[in-house]
């Protein structure tokens, strides 16, 4: 069931009545553009209010308007930055997510803001696209629960979250036209499937629609997206507004289901002759006032606007990072470090005094404040009596590499007791706008670390970057790896947190890291060519595709360690009926076996042993983060519902679930599985409309047609010559069986007619 949304204490279950009767036919063509950049037309005489939007997602970017750029790109007013979407998926804390988006709605509501362009929740197709760091994963269930919890912190403080950018704008290679061709069912069960479980979980009040093509037609003139699917299929009843620049035909637009074009071109005549003429259906223009007004009422303040507290946002922001935190590696339980007087600790890497800790491009966020990680470390070491220095070992600007960078780091290195090593990718590697052509760092940073493997300090990595990087080739030459991602402003101190232990890291990949770039699903297909880009990889995106192949990863899709260690047991998996909501619960326990307080991400996937439908090895289907102290134990709970087991059919034109065998797999990655339960699953057989070219075996199993067939078949004597031998045959029944009922009319001896058949699809139509 789609929820309606709203602000806590008001269940807004009910429509916004449309201002139809009051405005005029001029009024509603104005409703359809901004009338600027950031914001809706009024219309006073319906008591219909402007609304501004803000960029986002992981900070508010309002421009100054004393000083302003139109974009807001330069000069945006500072405001907290958040950790973006690559980094608090790792979380996979649902409360977390809700927590730092619901002060990213105070933020937006203390400065006028009523709705915040963001979450970004397009799947992670590809490691290479440019723009990776602003969304959440390549599982369509793990980035729609957590944007939708992104959204509800958001719309919890009476701001309006727009998710985007919808859909399939899985990369930035030719984004304002390539035209990704891709099939129904990975389109349903992949991309748009992140989509319909945010709306699901949250009701967003917008949706920004992308610029390119999908199967050819652009996503904001798109009626099958935005009016067949969308608010028909899916319910869903806020503001569809185009991203920047999208739109080419706006009387198509508006007919096909787009409520706003961005920005405002209010001078642009088109729709308003459209309307005039008769062109355009009046109707398409009520729905545009209607989703205003709504928007409008949704957003309105009920109350006097909020002091936002900075100093407890930073605080936030350093607490997010530190939970989103990926040990990916940790030697001899080498970390956390405990640094004791007289240790000669180096922090090595430009990134260390120089912190990369958001994305480039509409999502830059002027921040309130920015802690760097030798900052931090330096406070933190002197204060423990331990000693620390410092070399860049890099330079940020390809063409400015200082000749000696990695012999002085390494020199620093050999005389140090351990090395923090700060590596990552320089804003310019991945921004909004370019894609990425590799997954290794850059050909400096892979210098310094070859170069620091035979120092004898042990030696440390904390990673920063927005897209996955491959660590394959030097991960054997450092003692641990800590992904932390982008941080938001209060990277160093985040690291620092981490490192010392402070906060036991508990993040998970919600990403697989692979090997080489040759192995990764899209490889062959990405970004595409001659404007097109084939999803030839259909729903094989991420782990599933790795784990269909069985091919090797540098770290799968669910990993991440801990400085503690825990134990799976006593798994109890109970199906449900066909006609229940839930299709199973799962219970288990989760003991904290070591020595520090720590969280695990409990993660359940299914292998579904489907008749109907060809389906990966493992997937996601649901998680739980619980979190223990030292030598305790919990029940964890987990409930899978029956949507979230469907497949999409094209064939029967529905989201189906026949039930079967199936396995139930319970671990800390999805290549660490701990339990294991075969089970058998109730659930409803699925029927596929017969046409005439379905095959003969198909008709004859279908539960309803299939015993008139024979019926009929037995009456006439049954099949005879050569058919009738073929069927007879072992080997050649099969053929038979699988030849459409078209074409086996044509054969003598077939006891059935066009007319037999006609009647019988006739009946199913």
């Known amino acids: 069931m789609t929820h309606?949304?709203?602000?806590?204490?008001?269940?807004?279950?009910?429509?916004?009545?449309?201002?139809?009767?009051?405005?005029?036919?001029?009024?509603?063509?104005?409703?359809?553009?901004?009338?600027?950049?950031?914001?809706?037309?009024?219309?006073?005489?319906?008591?219909?209010?402007?609304?501004?939007?803000?960029?986002?997602?992981?900070?508010?970017?309002?421009?100054?308007?004393?000083?302003?750029?139109?974009?807001?790109?330069?000069?945006?007013?500072?405001?907290?930055?958040?950790?973006?979407?690559?980094?608090?998926?790792?979380?996979?804390?649902?409360?977390?997510?809700?927590?730092?988006?619901?002060?990213l709605g105070r933020e937006a509501r203390a400065s006028g803001v009523d709705v915040v362009l963001g979450p970004g929740l397009n799947i992670k197709r590809s490691p290479l696209c440019g723009r990776n760091f602003e969304y959440f994963s390549e599982d369509p269930l793990l980035s729609g629960v957590l944007a939708g919890a992104m959204v509800d912190g958001l719309q919890s403080e009476g701001v309006g979250a727009c998710v985007k950018h919808f859909a399939a704008n899985n990369q930035e290679t030719d984004r304002q036209r390539v035209s990704a061709e891709v099939d129904e069912r990975a389109l349903r069960e992949i991309y748009l499937r992140t989509f319909q479980i945010a709306i699901r979980e949250a009701s967003p009040w917008a949706i920004m629609s992308s610029y390119n093509r999908i199967n050819g037609v652009y996503a904001s003139e798109n009626p099958w997206l935005l009016t067949e699917m969308l608010r028909g299929e899916w319910g869903y009843d806020g503001l569809v507004v185009s991203d920047w620049g999208a739109v080419h035909d706006p009387i198509q637009a508006v007919q096909a289901g787009l409520d706003l074009r961005m920005p405002g071109r209010p001078e642009d005549p088109r729709v308003r002759e459209a309307a005039a003429v008769g062109s355009l259906d009046h109707a398409a223009l009520d729905r545009?006032?209607?989703?205003?007004?709504?928007?409008?009422?949704?957003?309105?303040?009920?109350?006097?606007?909020?002091?936002?507290?900075?100093?407890?946002?930073?605080?936030?922001?350093?607490?997010?990072?530190?939970?989103?935190?990926?040990?990916?590696?940790?030697?001899?339980?080498?970390?956390?470090?405990t640094p004791t007087a007289g240790m000669r600790i180096a922090v090595i890497g430009e990134l260390a005094r120089t912190p990369r800790y958001q994305g480039a491009g509409s999502s830059a966020v002027n921040p309130t404040r920015v802690v760097s990680g030798l900052d931090a470390f330096t406070t933190r070491i002197a204060d423990a009596g331990a000693e620390l220095h410092f070399a860049p070992g890099y330079s940020l600007t390809e063409k400015h590499q200082p000749a000696d960078a990695i012999e002085d780091a390494l020199a620093l290195a050999s005389r140090s007791d351990v090395v923090i090593c700060f590596v990552g990718l320089p804003g310019h590697y991945e921004a909004e706008g370019r894609d990425r052509t590799t997954i290794d760092l850059p050909t400096d940073q892979l210098a310094l670390l070859d170069a620091l493997k035979d120092v004898p300090a042990t030696t440390v990595v904390a990673l920063s970057n927005g897209s996955a990087v491959t660590?394959?080739?030097?991960?054997?030459?450092?003692?641990?790896?800590?992904?932390?991602?982008?941080?938001?402003?209060?990277?160093?101190?985040?690291?620092?947190?981490?490192?010392?232990?402070?906060?036991?890291?508990?993040?998970?990949?919600?990403?697989?890291?692979?090997?080489?770039?040759?192995?990764?699903?899209?490889?062959?297909?990405?970004?595409?060519?001659?404007?097109?880009?084939?999803?030839?990889?259909?729903?094989?995106?991420?782990?599933?595709?790795?784990?269909?192949?069985?091919?090797?990863?540098?770290?799968?899709?669910?990993?991440?360690?801990?400085?503690?260690?825990?134990?799976?047991?006593?798994?109890?998996?109970?199906?449900?009926?066909?006609?229940?909501?839930?299709?199973?619960?799962i219970e288990l326990s989760v003991t904290n076996t070591g020595t520090r307080a720590g969280a695990e991400v409990v993660q359940v996937y299914l292998t579904d042993r489907s008749a109907t439908a060809r389906t990966p090895p493992l997937e996601l289907r649901a998680w739980e983060k619980v979190r223990l102290e030292p030598g305790t134990s919990t029940i964890a709970h987990l409930d899978i519902t029956r949507e979230d087991l469907e497949h999409w059919s094209g064939a029967a034109r529905a989201w189906v679930y026949e039930g079967g065998p199936a396995t139930v797999h319970v671990g800390s990655s999805s290549r660490d599985l701990r339990l294991t339960e075969d089970i058998d699953i109730p659930g409803d057989p699925v029927v596929i409309p017969l046409t005439i070219w379905?095959?003969?075996?198909?008709?004859?199993?279908?539960?309803?047609?299939?015993?008139?067939?024979?019926?009929?078949?037995?009456?006439?004597?049954?099949?005879?010559?050569?058919?009738?031998?073929?069927?007879?045959?072992?080997?050649?029944r099969d053929s038979v069986l699988e030849v459409p009922l078209q074409s086996l009319l044509e054969f003598p001896g077939v006891p059935l007619t066009l007319q037999d058949t006609m009647a019988f699809t006739g009946q199913r139509s």
């Open 4 to 103: 309606t949304g709203g602000r806590p204490g008001d269940e807004f279950d009910r429509l916004v009545p449309a201002p139809t009767d009051s405005l005029s036919v001029e009024d509603k063509v104005a409703l359809t553009t901004g009338a600027d950049y950031w914001s809706t037309h009024p219309a006073p005489r319906a008591g219909l209010r402007s609304v501004r939007l803000a960029d986002g997602p992981h900070g508010l970017r309002v421009q100054d308007d004393e000083n302003p750029d139109h974009l807001g790109l330069g000069r945006s007013l500072p405001a907290t930055c958040f950790p973006p979407a690559v980094t608090l998926a790792s979380s996979w804390d649902r409360d977390l997510i809700r927590r730092v988006g619901a002060a």
């Open 288 to 337: 545009t006032a209607q989703s205003l007004a709504r928007l409008a009422e949704r957003t309105a303040p009920t109350a006097p606007a909020p002091i936002v507290n900075h100093d407890e946002h930073h605080a936030l922001v350093r607490r997010a990072a530190a939970e989103s935190a990926v040990l990916l590696t940790n030697r001899d339980n080498f970390l956390p470090l």
């Open 471 to 585: 660590t394959a080739a030097w991960r054997d030459g450092v003692d641990a790896i800590v992904e932390f991602w982008l941080t938001g402003q209060a990277h160093g101190d985040t690291v620092a947190d981490v490192l010392l232990g402070d906060v036991n890291p508990s993040g998970k990949l919600a990403e697989t890291v692979p090997v080489r770039l040759a192995d990764t699903p899209s490889f062959l297909n990405f970004p595409g060519e001659h404007g097109k880009v084939i999803y030839g990889e259909g729903i094989y995106v991420g782990y599933r595709y790795y784990d269909a192949r069985s091919i090797a990863v540098d770290y799968p899709f669910g990993h991440g360690m801990s400085y503690t260690t825990f134990e799976y047991a006593d798994l109890r998996v109970t199906t449900h009926g066909a006609a229940n909501q839930l299709a199973l619960s």
């Open 694 to 732: 379905s095959t003969f075996r198909e008709w004859l199993t279908h539960p309803e047609v299939g015993p008139q067939v024979q019926r009929i078949l037995d009456d006439r004597g049954g099949i005879k010559g050569r058919m009738a031998d073929l069927l007879s045959d072992e080997t050649g």
